[in-house]
């Protein structure tokens, strides 16, 4: 049974050198406090975790994955492949994550999540942005379970936006809908936040482009707002 553990406030940077994804996420998070919106690199931010969009194989080929292997040296992708073969029998489905020690001190960790299975997938028209992010954000509560205060700050860039063509405002409210069911629950395990994602955003594109949809969190399992 997951155990709810008081947490500081995290740190989110949401940065990306795109314009367009900038300005979207400035509209589908101008609620909500606590997040720092810039255009920039991921590779700038000092933080303690990064996320990179992945795939489901953990190669590091392509985009801000590419980035960032050159970035902290090719033995950043050994580690998240030997987490995925760990966890995940060496297929990281979309909707989980794994985090790993980067090797570095700025960050100290990368979380990895996928936005679609192989490289290069046009994921325009999947809820794989919500499942991705929303994956990211409970890997930091799982490694703050393991060791408290450990990530309290984190980078995210806009995630499918460009290898997986997802349009920027689409992409800010499905990141939104990821963040906020973070600030709201803690999940057992991946199945239960892909299925609760899935139930919910089913027929999100029948919905305008602009429009914000905030998951419920279910009935059983441990609110942090209980």
């Not at 795109?18 to 406090?33: G, K, L």
């Not at 255009?39 to 985009?63: F, Y």
């Not at 950043?76 to 297929?91: H, K, M, P, Y």
């Amino acid at each position: 049974m997951t155990v709810n553990r008081a947490q500081a406030p995290l740190r989110v940077v949401l940065t990306d050198v795109n314009t367009h994804v900038v300005e979207a996420w400035r509209a589908a998070f101008a609620d909500t406090p606590g997040i720092e919106i810039r255009k920039g690199s991921i590779l700038d931010e000092k933080v303690d975790a990064w996320v990179s969009p992945t795939n489901s194989r953990g190669r590091m080929d392509g985009g801000v994955d590419a980035a960032i292997k050159r970035h902290l040296g090719a033995g950043i992708q050994l580690r998240v492949q030997q987490a995925i073969r760990d966890e995940f029998a060496g297929s990281l489905p979309v909707g989980s994550a794994v985090c790993v020690l980067s090797g570095a001190t700025n960050p100290k960790f990368l979380i990895s999540t996928p936005t679609m299975e192989s490289s290069s997938e046009n994921v325009s028209e999947t809820l794989n942005v919500a499942l991705a992010c929303a994956a990211a954000f409970q890997a930091i509560h799982r490694q703050n379970a393991k060791a408290p205060g450990s990530i309290t700050s984190v980078a995210l860039v806009g995630m499918g936006a460009r290898t997986g063509r997802v349009p920027a405002r689409v992409c800010a409210n499905l990141m939104w809908s990821g963040y906020t069911l973070f600030q709201d629950h803690t999940f057992e395990d991946y199945d239960d936040l892909r299925s609760t994602i899935v139930a919910q955003l089913d027929d999100i594109e029948n919905a305008p482009e602009e429009q914000r949809v905030r998951i419920a969190p279910p009935a059983r399992g441990t609110s942090r707002r209980s």
